[in-house]
């Protein structure tokens, strides 16, 4: 760890800029994370006092054309989710009938903090959160010789969006030191 790190860390009214996520991210899932993930850590960094901002620009474009203008800046490198139903039960009542499940959600990511002027790395964070709720998953409506069940992925959605804000908000609790 660089001795920067030692002697200096953010305090409320510091430019950070967010990094924008790499291209790597090739599959819709991640992404979808990492953009969650890092769009409530620019509004958490905001919440704390620091002019937190959309750096409109990777970590490489950054290095290549060395064209800074904070004082840090915040990376998310990787980031992993996982929601699926662990159990449920479905329920009718006449003609409608629904599927409750318990829905767990979980997020990780890897957020870097680094030092707006080297660009050399002050810190790294392996960030995790899970979030578990009892949710209505699917809907049905039917009769004797026809019954239709459609999902409700919206809430799942819902459930991980929930534990991605969570992994932002511990990343800028540990971005600002508190």
């Not at 002697?7 to 291209?23: K, Y």
């Not at 620009?57 to 662990?86: C, K, M, W």
């Not at 932002?168 to 508190?178: N, P, Q, S, Y």
């Amino acid at each position: 760890m660089p001795t920067l790190a030692l002697s200096r860390a953010p305090h409320p009214g510091d430019r950070i800029g967010v990094l924008q996520i790499s291209d790597r991210y090739d599959y819709g899932a991640e992404r979808t994370v990492a953009r969650t993930v890092q769009s409530d850590l620019r509004n958490e960094l905001l919440d704390m006092g620091f002019q937190a901002f959309d750096a409109r620009a990777t970590y490489d474009e950054l290095r290549r054309f060395e064209q800074g203008n904070a004082d840090y800046y915040v990376e998310i490198v990787s980031s992993h989710s996982q929601h699926n139903p662990v159990g449920g039960v479905g329920v009718d009542v006449g003609a409608v009938g629904a599927t409750v499940s318990v829905v767990v959600s979980r997020v990780a990511a890897e957020v870097r903090l680094y030092d707006g002027r080297t660009l050399e790395m002050i810190e790294r964070y392996d960030l995790r959160s899970q979030n578990t709720a009892v949710l209505p998953t699917a809907v049905g409506i039917g009769g004797r010789h026809i019954f239709a069940f459609f999902a409700i992925p919206f809430v799942q959605y819902a459930q991980y969006r929930a534990a991605a804000h969570s992994v932002a908000r511990d990343a800028a609790i540990r971005v600002a030191g508190r």
